[in-house]
């Protein structure tokens, strides 16, 4: 019985936390496989306008079908914001342990950067590269792009360019 309580506790207390972010990505996914839909028959439809030959007709299911392809990339771009725009705060304020800053020293000083300022590529080192931004709740960098720890702040990082995307301030403990 003495054990049953602890576990009870931690059940009701961690499972809210565990549902609500699968009902969201549920949504999403429903979301874009209606999109996926949508293409699908946006394709057919300009198939079968082609095959009539009528030109104004083709216009017009050309301008369907991309609207539905632009209507699927805006989902997908929803559903990438919504899964970490601020999720990171939330969980690190349950996973303390994950974020506690440590012993952590850079051989520069801190300087607080701003989005479209331009850093050095020792600033965003593979030393300093967050491998794993999942981990911490933080969105898929896109193509070229990178998270990089700057003592207390996470820098996203355009390692082309070397231009800062975005900053969130004092993500570590």
Excluded: C
């Excluded at 981990?135 to 193509?143: K, M, S, T, V």
């Excluded at 990089?148 to 403990?173: C, E, K, M, Q, S």
């Amino acid at each position: 019985m003495k054990k049953l309580v602890p576990i009870a506790l931690l059940t009701a207390i961690a499972a809210p936390a565990l549902l609500v972010p699968a009902s969201a990505m549920a949504q999403s996914r429903a979301e874009l496989r209606d999109d996926r839909r949508d293409i699908r028959d946006a394709e057919h439809d300009l198939r079968r306008a082609q095959w009539s030959g009528d030109p104004r007709r083709i216009h017009e299911e050309r301008r369907d079908l991309r609207d539905a392809h632009r209507e699927y990339r805006e989902d997908l771009r929803d559903r990438d914001r919504r899964w970490a725009e601020n999720d990171w705060r939330t969980w690190r304020d349950r996973n303390r342990g994950l974020y506690a800053r440590g012993e952590w020293r850079a051989p520069f000083r801190y300087y607080r950067f701003q989005p479209g300022a331009r850093i050095g590529t020792v600033y965003y080192g593979p030393r300093y590269v967050i491998g794993d931004p999942w981990r911490y709740h933080l969105p898929r960098p896109a193509f070229g792009q990178q998270w990089v720890r700057h003592y207390n702040d996470v820098l996203l990082v355009d390692t082309r360019r070397g231009a800062v995307i975005r900053v969130v301030p004092g993500f570590y403990w």
